[in-house]
Nanobody
């Protein structure tokens, strides 16, 4: 199971750090993805990181502002979000998939385990 936390209300230009804690399984083998969903919109990819932390990617609109990382000893992944913009406002989800899962890292449907979401609201 995954537990996402760290969301909140912040002014534009501010920062937040989201956490995604796993309570079971071999966390170090999971690919962790962060996704977000704004009202009336489909869930969209934000970032992913592989189990060893050696590879990942971001959606273009957050590159240079967001950083995904993980601490396998703590079974926790993070999403550091800097220079936040109002268009970053959404419900943020973390998700996991096994190391041998096939399918795109960028598509929500290829992730098997999901956290409950944490709300990020950026005011202008």
């Amino acid at each position: 199971q995954l537990q996402a936390s760290g969301g909140g209300l912040v002014q534009a230009g501010g920062s937040l750090r989201l956490s995604c804690a796993a309570s079971e399984g071999t966390f170090s083998t999971y690919v962790i993805g962060w996704f977000r969903q704004a009202p009336g919109r489909t869930r969209e990819f934000v970032a992913y990181i592989r189990g060893s932390g050696d590879r990942g990617d971001y959606r273009d609109s957050v590159k240079g502002r967001f950083t995904i990382s993980r601490d396998n000893a703590k079974s926790t992944a993070y999403l550091q979000m800097n220079s936040l913009k109002p268009e970053d406002t959404a419900l943020y989800y973390c998700a996991a998939r096994g190391p041998f899962s096939t399918g795109s890292y960028y598509a929500p449907r290829f992730y098997t385990d999901w956290g409950q979401g944490t709300q990020v609201t950026v005011s202008s």
